[in-house]
């Protein structure tokens, strides 16, 4: 059992997000590592489409209660054929993506520190 399981889906669906963020901050890291490499094609995160394969049919426990049932967590990448023709990294794409997820991981980070502060304080019998 899930450490944050009994706390409800809404921490465990923020770390999941944190965890694909910060693999798909290491791919593209890895991409402008060796974007002058000769030879090396760049890939990309799967995020996106993990995100959207996750299975978000919910299952009521009890007429008035609802809960997630399922969690996949596998990150996956892919060759990145949105590069150039002689398929060497897109350096601007890749950077655009990198900043983007950047912003997701920290909009992330600063929700599960909201709803543990919440959850703490509420433990605390704080407002």
Excluded: C
Excluded at 106 to 123: P, Q
């Amino acid at each position: 059992m899930d450490k944050l399981s009994i706390f409800g889906p809404g921490l465990q669906n923020l770390r999941q997000i944190l965890d694909k963020t910060t693999f798909s901050q290491k791919v593209l890291a890895k991409n402008v590592a060796n974007a002058e490499v000769p030879g090396y094609e760049g890939e990309r995160p799967v995020f996106e489409e993990a995100l959207n394969e996750r299975d978000l049919r919910l299952r009521a426990t009890d007429e008035k209660h609802i809960t997630s049932v399922k969690d996949h967590a596998q990150f996956k990448t892919e060759k990145d054929d949105t590069g150039h023709p002689d398929g060497t990294v897109d350096m601007e794409n890749t950077l655009i993506s990198l900043v983007q997820t950047r912003m997701n991981h920290a909009l992330t980070a600063r929700l599960a520190t909201h709803k543990i502060r919440s959850l703490r304080n509420a433990i605390n019998g704080h407002r």
